[in-house]
């Protein structure tokens, strides 16, 4: 399918789904956790299983297991946009769809159960990381295309491992949420169904590429997400919270809510950094060993993950004077 044809049907997808939420109340309202303030559409991420819909259409006898998997999260995540779900419904859908998808890339006949068990924790762990992380304007869409622009970069320049259409769909998806949402007001939100499902979709991808490189340093390519989610996890188990309630303790919640940085700006530092990153990565790569690899690119990260016990600080020293 031509990508201008891709885009113009799924901005005509999206502006339906407007009516559709617009009917049926699907609306985001803000809270004192929130960082935003104004009534807004939800569930705008749906674009990403119109364009996962939009290849399977055209890829039926390969892209079954993938579509099968993202029609699941998707499904089971909309559900929850519109009415809350239980954490044991939504993981143990997430387990099934990873499941789908392990055995679609041959994951259990490849590696050794005890790899195949830690590839489920991180799998569901990055889908939910991703989760958490969606919570200003145009953070996920710009982040997404940064990912997603990177394995492209991989799988022309590097290492062939998938059909690139399958990347560009995704880029395309992100373009036109991008367009509603990378706003002073955001015309909608991506919800757990858009977050969910465009992880879903970068863990197929990484793990393909991981498998058919035998290398595991292409998960640097979320590694900025990963660092600010599992740090704040950590922060929050610290002070005895329900890591699974909502918050503002991410570093970009601080940037937005705390120290009231646009969001798009903020938005867009997370994917400058991140393409720096993944640029790091690529020219290293087979250049340094992979633990080499995660040093290098681990330990900046985690200093500058940092800076939020001092805003924090100089923000609750403010309050104080």
Known sequence: MEYTILGILLMILMLLYFKVADR????????????HTEI????GGI?????????????????????TGITLVSLVSFWDDIQSLSNKIRISVHFLAITLIFYDLG???????????????????????YNFMDGINGITGLYTLVV?????????????????????????????FLFFNYRKKAKCFAGDVGSIAIAFWIIYLVLKLILVTNSVIWLL??????????CTIIHRLYLKQNIFEAHRLHLYQVLSNEYKIQHRLVSLYYAIVQTAVSALVIFLYQKVNDIVLFVIVLTPLLLLYTLKFYLLNKSNLKLKA
Do not use: C
């Open 221 to 230: 390519f979320i590694a900025v997400y990963g660092v600010d989610a599992v």
């Open 107 to 129: 994951v259990f006949s490849l590696v050794p159960i005890w790899e195949v068990l830690i590839a489920y924790v991180l799998a569901i762990g990055l889908i939910n990381a």
């Open 47 to 67: 674009i990403f299983w119109f364009a996962a819909l939009m290849y399977f259409l055209q890829h039926i006898e390969n892209n079954y297991f993938f579509f």
């Open 24 to 35: 049926f109340n699907i609306i985001d309202k803000p809270n004192q956790r929130s960082s």
């Open 148 to 176: 997603l622009g990177a394995l492209l970069y991989v799988n022309t320049k590097l290492q062939l491992f998938i059909d690139g259409n399958f990347i560009k769909y995704g880029m395309i998806a992100s373009l036109v």
């Open 40 to 43: 807004t559409l939800r569930g």
